[in-house]
């Protein structure tokens, strides 16, 4: 059987590389879009170094969940982001959903090391915060859209639904794990190929929707990620009649 740590370190390289690739694709990208792309590179790129840090841990023996969630915050806090600024849903509203999905990650990191009553009500909270989850995207973020171009609405969509897809794949994995259908190996296994999805998706989905990208950001800038143009995007003509 294939060892652990190379299961890891494997997900680590695939992940850095993907990130390498989106950062590469970004650049190509108009420079009102960057910051999405960036945004893709730093989900994706967080969990590549993530999971490179759990081989050490792995080998040292010790416990590398904290890691793992620790590149999960990162993930979904770039995806919240996005999506939020995607579906013009506003700071409230994307700090709502950022909030429910940060607190059904770490309550569920919680409820392992927790038996009995209190392992059960962490257990069942994080069911309930994803059905938020998912009432959020299906229900205020929906109305949230319905002001938006066709594009960014189509684009809103695409996310909505790797999320959905990502949330449903990570949590059937774990029951699986959970009652002893799969081991800790092949448990492992399906995590990771559901985050592969999930990140490779996300990044491929936004770098492809230039035309939603530069929609959105005329009215809902990514400001996690707006470092600004490079000073090669500057209009040269336009910074002499400034000047002038």
């Given at each position: 059987?294939?060892?652990?740590?190379?299961?890891?370190?494997?997900?680590?390289?695939?992940?850095?590389?993907?990130?390498?690739?989106?950062?590469?694709?970004?650049?190509?990208?108009?420079?009102?879009?960057r910051?999405?792309g960036?945004?893709?590179?730093?989900?994706?790129?967080?969990m590549?170094?993530?999971?490179?840090?759990?081989v050490?841990?792995?080998?040292?023996g010790?416990?590398?969940?904290?890691?793992?969630?620790?590149?999960?915050?990162?993930?979904?806090?770039?995806?919240c982001?996005?999506?939020?600024?995607?579906?013009?849903?506003?700071?409230?509203l994307?700090?709502a959903?950022?909030?429910?999905?940060?607190?059904?990650l770490?309550?569920?990191?919680?409820?392992?090391?927790?038996?009995?009553?209190?392992?059960?009500?962490l257990t069942l909270?994080?069911?309930?915060a994803?059905?938020?989850?998912?009432?959020?995207?299906f229900?205020?973020?929906?109305?949230?859209i319905?002001?938006?171009?066709g594009?960014?609405?189509?684009?809103?969509?695409?996310?909505?639904?790797?999320?959905?897809?990502?949330?449903?794949?990570?949590?059937v994995?774990?029951?699986?794990?959970g009652?002893?259908?799969?081991?800790d190996?092949?448990?492992?296994?399906?995590?990771?190929?559901?985050?592969?999805?999930?990140?490779?998706?996300?990044?491929?989905?936004?770098?492809?929707?230039?035309?939603?990208?530069?929609?959105?950001?005329?009215?809902?800038?990514?400001?996690?990620?707006?470092?600004?143009?490079?000073?090669?995007?500057s209009?040269?003509?336009?910074?002499?009649?400034?000047?002038d």
């Amino acid at each position: 059987m294939i060892s652990m740590t190379y299961i890891l370190a494997g997900s680590g390289a695939l992940f850095v590389t993907g990130a390498l690739l989106f950062l590469l694709g970004t650049f190509r990208l108009p420079a009102a879009c960057r910051p999405y792309g960036y945004a893709a590179t730093v989900a994706c790129g967080g969990m590549g170094v993530a999971y490179l840090i759990m081989v050490p841990v792995e080998l040292a023996g010790m416990e590398t969940d904290f890691t793992r969630f620790a590149g999960y915050s990162v993930v979904w806090i770039a995806i919240c982001f996005v999506v939020g600024a995607v579906a013009n849903a506003g700071r409230r509203l994307t700090l709502a959903l950022l909030g429910v999905v940060l607190a059904r990650l770490w309550i569920t990191y919680a409820s392992w090391s927790v038996d009995g009553a209190v392992g059960l009500f962490l257990t069942l909270s994080t069911f309930a915060a994803l059905f938020v989850g998912v009432y959020l995207l299906f229900g205020p973020f929906m109305r949230a859209i319905e002001t938006i171009s066709g594009e960014r609405a189509l684009l809103y969509s695409k996310l909505r639904n790797l999320v959905v897809l990502a949330w449903v794949g990570l949590v059937v994995a774990g029951l699986l794990n959970g009652v002893g259908i799969t081991d800790d190996f092949v448990g492992l296994f399906l995590g990771i190929y559901v985050e592969a999805i999930l990140l490779l998706g996300f990044g491929g989905i936004l770098i492809r929707s230039v035309d939603a990208l530069e929609d959105t950001a005329e009215t809902d800038p990514l400001l996690p990620f707006d470092i600004g143009p490079l000073e090669s995007d500057s209009d040269p003509d336009a910074d002499i009649s400034a000047a002038d």
